[in-house]
């Protein structure tokens, strides 16, 4: 609006001028490739298992060990 005169700034100085915006994105980090094994680590316990482990099954062996205490 200042620019087109339609709002008044209070104090404006001579060298007064708009200048564009540049913003800067880090680089988005490539994903880590997928190993080819998962390692489940519950306290001293450590489960390695393929990676082409179902979820389903992961998740049941995550329920057992915490069941397990």
């Known amino acids: 609006m200042a620019r087109t005169g339609r709002l008044v700034l209070p104090a404006v100085a ?5 200048a564009p915006i540049f ?3 880090d680089p988005v980090a490539e994903p880590a490739p997928f ?4 390692d489940v680590i ?3 316990v450590t489960l ?4 082409a482990t179902p979820a389903a ?3 049941e062996i995550v329920r057992a060990l915490n069941a397990a205490g």
């Open 42 to 44: 519950r306290g001293e």
């Open 48 to 51: 390695r298992l393929d990676a």
């Open 57 to 59: 099954r992961i998740a």
């Open 14 to 18: 001579e060298d007064f001028g708009f």
């Open 23 to 25: 913003v800067h994105q």
């Open 35 to 38: 190993a080819d094994v998962l």
